[in-house]
T-cell receptor, first 113, second 114 residues
Framework: AQKVTQAQTEISVVEKEDVTLDCVYE???????LFWYKQPPSGELVFLIR??????QNEISGRYSWNFQKSTSSFNFTITASQVVDSAVYFC??????????FGKGITLSVRP | ETGVTQTPRHLVMGMTNKKSLKCEQH?????MYWYKQSAKKPLELMFV???????ENNSVPSRFSPECPNSSHLFLHLHTLQPEDSALYLC?????????????FGSGTRLTVV
């Protein structure tokens, strides 16, 4: 069975601080995909990144970066120089090639001016 | 607009009412999904349709009845709901019924059962 754990439930930072959102996953499959989604107050989930299990290269996209560590089954997400617009709920998710997405419970990030 | 449109955005219904949620996408996707998002819980997959055929029903109570008349439209018919059914109901679509194709989510319908 697949499982995604986002141990942090709420994080509050001041604008321009860096913040890391943790994600730990469990799966017995060797081929799987990891994702991060952002859910702003408007409700829709916005896709941020997809990573397959064979690609452990870290990725940077602007102020966003992701650290995939298979050895610790973690896929952490860092926002550098956070902004108020980053305030949202962030979900980590996992899927293998034969199943649907399994989501974590989400982390509510509040960025204060 | 995300490409997936859900109506209504908010719905308040009594436990004896019958209502329907609507989801529409014109992205050319073949698969559509209903998810339930309750407070403090992970998103729960409810139903999956691929090419209008239901391919997954995650033990959802019969008071929720999905309908997919074509690949662009998905409905969730609601009747005799319980207060614990109050949640955000999200629709999503994808090219195929595997997440590797990428899901596009709608903004959801916030349902309150009174």
């Amino acid at each position: 069975a697949q499982k995604v754990t986002q141990a942090q439930t709420e994080i509050s930072v001041v604008e321009k601080e860096d913040v890391t959102l943790d994600c730990v996953y469990e799966t017995r499959d060797t081929t799987y995909y990891l994702f991060w989604y952002k859910q702003p107050p408007s409700g829709e989930l916005v896709f941020l990144i997809r990573r397959n299990s064979f690609d452990e290269q870290n990725e940077i996209s602007g102020r966003y970066s992701w650290n995939f560590q298979k050895s610790t089954s973690s896929f952490n997400f860092t926002i550098t120089a956070s902004q108020v617009v980053d305030s949202a709920v962030y979900f980590c998710a996992l899927s293998d090639v034969s199943s649907k997405l399994t989501f974590g419970k989400g982390i509510t990030l509040s960025v204060r001016p | 607009e995300t490409g997936v449109t859900q109506t209504p955005r908010h719905l308040v219904m009594g436990m004896t009412n019958k209502k329907s949620l609507k989801c529409e996408q014109h992205l050319g996707h073949n698969a559509m999904y209903w998810y339930k998002q309750s407070a403090k819980k992970p998103l729960e997959l409810m139903f999956v349709y691929n090419f209008k055929e239901q391919t997954e029903n995650n033990s959802v109570p019969s008071r929720f009845s999905p309908e997919c008349p074509n690949s662009s439209h998905l409905f969730l018919h609601l009747h005799t709901l319980q207060p614990e059914d109050s949640a955000l109901y999200l629709c999503a679509s994808s090219q195929g019924d595997r997440e590797i194709y990428g899901y596009t989510f709608g903004s959801g319908t916030r349902l309150t059962v009174v």
